[in-house]
């Protein structure tokens, strides 16, 4: 079932004559991992704006076409009525953490709903175990770590429960351990919460394991919609830029010299799999 | 050219950052310092060009103790360019923030004309040469920084995280750049997590560990210890792991990048390249 669908949407920040995105249309199953990825500038925050209603109704300007998620019509829902169903989490932790707990970041969104303490109370210690954070339930937000903070964001985000989960290149700031731990959050929520994940991202050695659905934009337009493997290892994907997984990168240059490896790899494990194969098979 | 000896520096809140670096970079070497977010990189970077005076050790630039020497001096030899452009940039125009340090330097008029041309042309932005650099997006205002630094030619660049924000194609320009910088002889050093930026480079490489240097090395011999890159709180390359995978078939396994990857198989199953 279809968790978001946009029909020829298009939209231009006011004040610019041209669009951020423009005639799109794509359809998201509910539970689905996505990496949405691109160029920069390639309208990838603009569209992920549109999930949860900041565009139009933060933003202003027209949003034109249709657009559905979680079953509300987006121009016609308040940005908080879509808040509770579609949580983002941006590339830098700060601009979202402010309280003086990590305990009471995590509650804040809850208690603007007008939830009961009680209720609250679960929530929050709900979120804080899926995220891992119980032991920082006390500390000061800004004393954190870049990964323990983008941990926090995470939880204040999962705590509303939502059915989608929108993370705007969430691991820049990070060093590659923490970023590694932030991707596996993630795909433990969609894993067993099936909330559904589109994650923007550049650096996609390290995520693309997790994704059943790549979708790549380029100037405004989505180029590719489908599947990670068929997508990465395309002409098209080469030609835009987009910086596929190594192994990926590895699997192709063996193509061209001859040497078919069983299915296009994304990532270390099955690439070293595919290559003994290979290797063995070459030995006998 | 660069040289710190038991260097230790302590921020006025209390924050030890460096307990203890000796470290020595020769002229035309390429080195990226990587570690965990906090671990003290940028802090003993900042000592290279004398924005920083070490508490305690030394930190010498061409034999001379960056204590004697003004940070401007300093600065003809050994050029920052900041993580972030919005702490570099200020003036009204891509030539004007290109025309700044030159001016400040003392060169002439014509020099400087000279210089800014070369410098744009390099970078790819003589089309924004009269735009504000606020009109530009990240990656541009990114290139402006190190044009601005290119321009008056240092011996010495220091580029602290180059990579966050840039896209691949981007970040296969950058990377590019830095490797025909450094072949023409400039030392680099590069302040960064993006281990796959590291691979495809190949400089020396620096691990910090809570203000400390845990190894340094070739890039293949430290990116391959799992130990210490672990330590380091990074992950191995994807290519280095899938060798790891096929250590017990006799693969060697200090392979960090896609081209020496793919040699090695062909010439395992012996296809002409």
């Known amino acids: ?142 004393e954190l770590s870049g990964g ?58 390290l995520a693309s394991k997790y994704a059943d659905h790549v979708i790549i934009m380029d100037k405004g337009e989505i180029i590719l919609d489908g599947e990670p493997r068929k997508i990465f290892d395309s002409e098209e994907a080469r030609l835009i830029g987009v910086g596929v997984p190594k192994v990926t990168r590895l699997y192709q240059f063996l193509k061209e010299r001859g040497v078919l490896l069983g299915r296009v790899p994304v990532a270390s494990e099955e690439a070293s799999h595919l290559l003994r194969e290979v290797l063995v098979r070459d030995r006998g | 050219m660069i040289e710190v000896k038991d260097l230790h520096f302590t921020y006025p809140n209390g924050v030890e950052a460096l307990r203890g670096v000796s470290l020595a970079i020769s002229d035309g070497e390429f080195v990226a310092i990587m570690g965990q977010n906090g671990a003290g990189k940028t802090t003993l970077v900042k000592h290279f060009n004398g924005l920083l005076k070490p508490n305690k050790g030394e930190a010498l630039v061409d034999g001379v103790s960056t204590k004697r020497v003004s940070v401007a001096q300093l600065a003809r030899k050994v050029g920052f360019v900041f993580q ?56 541009e205002r990114k290139r402006v920084a190190l044009a601005s630094v290119l321009a008056w030619n240092p011996e010495v660049v220091i580029l602290d995280e180059p990579t966050i924000g840039q896209d691949y194609q981007q970040k296969e320009t950058l990377r590019q750049f830095i490797v025909q ?52 709180s990074i992950v191995p390359p994807q290519i280095t792991q899938t060798f790891l995978g096929l250590a017990d078939l006799g693969l060697p396994t200090n392979v960090i990048n896609v081209h020496d990857a793919s040699r090695i198989l062909l010439n395992l199953l012996e296809v002409t390249p």
């Open chain 1, 1 to 142: 079932m279809a968790i978001i669908e946009a029909k020829g949407l298009a939209y231009a920040y006011p004040g610019r004559t041209n669009h951020s995105i423009k005639d799109l249309s794509i359809t998201i199953e509910r539970g689905e991992f996505v990496i949405l990825t691109g160029p920069s500038g390639c309208g990838k925050t603009t569209l992920c704006r549109c999930f949860n209603g900041l565009i139009p109704h933060f933003y202003d300007g027209k949003l034109e076409g249709d657009l559905t998620v979680a079953g509300l019509n987006v121009p016609e829902h308040s940005i908080s009525e879509l808040a509770s169903r579609v949580g983002l989490v941006f590339q830098n932790p700060e601009n979202q953490l402010f309280a003086l707990s990590v305990e009471k970041d995590v509650a804040f969104g809850l208690e603007n709903l007008g939830m009961p303490r009680e209720e609250i109370r679960k929530r929050v210690d709900w979120a804080l175990k899926m995220t891992g954070i119980e032991d920082l339930r006390d500390r000061a937000p800004h």
């Open chain 1, 148 to 205: 323990q903070q983008q941990r926090v964001a995470i939880a204040c985000v999962l705590a509303m429960q939502p059915d989608v989960m929108v993370l705007d290149e969430p691991t820049s700031f990070l060093d590659p351990l923490g970023a590694q731990r932030i991707f596996e959050v993630i795909n433990e929520l969609n894993k067993k919460l099936g909330i559904t994940v589109i994650l923007v991202e550049h650096r996609l050695d």
């Open chain 2, 84 to 139: 972030n452009p919005d702490h570099q940039l200020f003036c009204e125009t891509v030539e004007e923030e290109i025309s700044f340090a030159l001016r400040n330097f003392g060169f002439k008029e014509t020099t400087i004309k000279r210089r800014v041309t070369w410098a744009l042309n390099l970078l790819g932005l003589t089309q924004y040469r009269k735009t504000s650099p606020f009109m530009l997006s990240g990656g």
């Open chain 2, 181 to 232: 910088l450094n072949a023409q002889g400039k030392t680099v050093v590069v302040v960064t997590h993006d281990v796959e930026f590291v691979a495809e480079c190949g400089p020396r490489v620096v691990l910090m560990l809570q203000g400390r240097i845990l190894a340094e090395g070739k890039a293949e011999e430290v990116l391959t210890n799992l130990s210490l890159v672990a330590q380091a």
